[in-house]
């Protein structure tokens, strides 16, 4: 009995400095799961590889983590210094991680810790305390998917430092791209097309078909082994903001999530055949229907690139292969492009005068005038086309790909304001925001990417009638102008006092005047403007 006593008394007590000397063979082997931008379970490369440890038995456990960025939440950009992140943006990112963290205990019967900070500090301290706090644990890898944009790339590069120096593996994996940088044709990445024609023609092997690798199915039927921090290391979901849905909205009901994403892509493929249409509808300005909108789930990896490249295929067997089909493959190629270039040229995508400063004859003396930029922001620039499109954004987080073209060429030709301001400002407000093709687009059109022209120019009251010709969308997005005519609605600068007083809607009361001359001067009778614009009576 004694002997027992004294044996129970140098387990407990002694238990702690027994496992100090434990080797690492003996202790429990962790993987640290670490989502990023790949909130989803299906066709997910890192959750993918953590249950293949498992199951081939060099880990033990996982830690499924998530680390909200402080400096996204709290943070401002660079030139203009707005928030980092808008309240749409937010609310559809935690709504993405409470899917995520949901889906993996219904499915996987596991857990996903929420980290609040600065994301590698957050990391490295996570690891810093399970070490000093269980020494029965070795963290064997942290396992995460490979971002693209700098800062990211950054970030990981301090991290990898950090895990060599406690000899834990890293394994960061190509999740968030359609073609693997391992099948691209011409080699490495540094070596991608600066042309994007020349870019898809390289990675197309035939007519809209290309080297994608096949989607991952997780099963379902796992249960994945997982450790469970003590609370105290372990932090609370941020809250949501409260947001007033506007019934015009063009992502109406439309949240955050895996689930949200299978749904969307579920109805829009397979159940209204909206992916038929897509070439002949995408140009669209009203509605919830005129494109996928799938850009959104895309941009925090709530679906993969790779598994819509493989359903648009399943479709094209079940039923057809058109343009439309090869259309929406087509946008998902620009969207690799976009990245390759990113990696290829770094922290230039950011500059200024662009990735190739001396290239080409065009040069900008750019402006940063905040009370124009404002009345961009604000969509009071006297050019309703531009200013319906700026109040849709500001009120819901979205804005069609036409309306994103025509804003941002007027912020940058006819303004000749800083294009960096656009692009951040967009990366505040929108939903769908993806670092790459954010300011891969915005450097297109500011003439300042890899394909610099001084002459790209929209001419937003030529588009104005060639996609909104009644007035539609503006008089949606602009009450004051509901009762101009189809004539006047996208040039009201041109009513007379007579006319505007027949319409209920008097320049620089009910509606601002232009805040600038167009660059290239809008002639209402040239039938190269437009053919609605052709019909016109007369200039004012």
């Not at 989803?40 to 998530?66: C, F, G, Q």
């Not at 990696?343 to 200024?352: E, P, Q, S, T, V």
């Not at 804005?399 to 951040?424: H, P, Y």
Request: proline share 3%; glycine share 4%.
């Amino acid at each position: 009995m004694i002997l027992k006593l004294k044996s129970s008394w140098f387990n407990i007590h002694n238990l702690r400095t027994y496992s100090r000397i434990m080797s690492d063979s003996q202790k429990q082997r962790l993987g640290i799961l670490w989502f990023r931008n790949d909130l989803r379970l299906n066709d997910n490369l890192s959750l993918d590889k953590a249950i293949h440890l498992v199951r081939e038995k060099k880990i033990d456990t996982i830690l499924p983590v998530y680390c909200f960025d402080k400096l996204l939440f709290e943070g401002r950009s660079r030139e203009a210094n707005l928030p980092k992140l808008g309240p749409f943006r937010r609310n559809f990112l935690i709504e993405s991680v409470e899917n995520l963290k949901d889906n993996l205990e219904k499915k996987l019967n596991s857990y996903l810790h929420i980290l609040y900070g600065e994301q590698d500090n957050e990391i490295k301290n996570l690891i810093e305390k399970i070490l000093a706090e269980n020494h029965d644990i070795h963290i064997e890898c942290l396992i995460a998917s490979q971002e693209v944009p700098s800062d990211e790339v950054d970030l990981q590069n301090s991290l990898k430092n950090f895990l060599d120096s406690k000899k834990i593996k890293n394994i960061f994996l190509w999740d968030n791209l359609m073609i693997h940088p391992d099948d691209l044709p011409y080699g490495h990445y540094t070596k991608t097309p600066d042309m994007f024609t020349q870019f898809r023609k390289s990675v197309e092997y035939k007519d809209s078909s290309y080297n994608v690798r096949k989607s991952v199915q997780i099963a379902s039927n796992f249960s994945l082994p997982t450790f469970r921090l003590v609370e105290s290391l372990s932090q609370k979901m941020p809250e949501k903001v409260k947001i007033a849905e506007t019934s015009i909205s063009a992502i109406l009901g439309m949240k955050g999530g895996e689930d949200q994403a299978e749904l969307r892509m579920q109805n829009y493929f397979f159940k209204t055949d909206g992916l038929f249409k897509y070439k002949t509808t995408r140009n669209g300005l009203v509605g919830t229907e005129y494109s996928s909108k799938l850009s959104m789930w895309l941009a925090l990896g709530c679906i993969s690139a790779r598994y819509l490249y493989w359903k648009v295929k399943e479709f094209e067997s079940m039923k057809a292969s058109n343009e439309s089909t090869k259309c929406l493959v087509f946008e998902l190629v620009w969207r690799d492009f976009f990245k390759y270039h990113s990696l290829k040229f770094g922290k230039r995508i950011f500059y200024l005068n662009g990735c190739y400063p001396n290239a080409g004859s065009y040069k900008m003396n750019w402006k940063r005038d905040q009370r124009l930029f404002e009345k961009w922001i604000n969509g009071e620039t006297g050019y309703p086309f531009v200013d319906a499109n700026m109040k849709e954004l500001k009120e819901t987080g979205w804005m069609s790909n036409r309306g994103r073209q025509n804003v941002a060429s007027f912020l940058t030709k006819d303004l000749q304001i800083d294009w960096r301001f656009g692009a951040e400002y967009f990366e505040t407000m929108l939903i769908d925001y993806d670092c790459t093709s954010n300011w891969g687009n915005w450097q297109y059109v500011a003439g300042v990417g890899t394909d610099p022209r001084a002459d790209r120019y929209f001419n937003v009251i030529k588009q104005a009638y060639d996609y909104d010709e009644n007035g539609q969308f503006v008089k949606q997005w602009i009450p004051a102008l509901e009762k101009v005519s189809s004539e006047y609605v996208h040039c009201p600068f041109r009513m007379s006092l007579i006319e505007q007083k027949s319409f209920d809607c008097i320049l620089n009361k009910d509606y601002p005047l232009p805040v600038v001359e167009m660059k290239h001067k809008w002639n209402p009778y040239s039938n190269k403007v437009n053919r609605f614009a052709a019909r016109q009576k007369r200039a004012k």
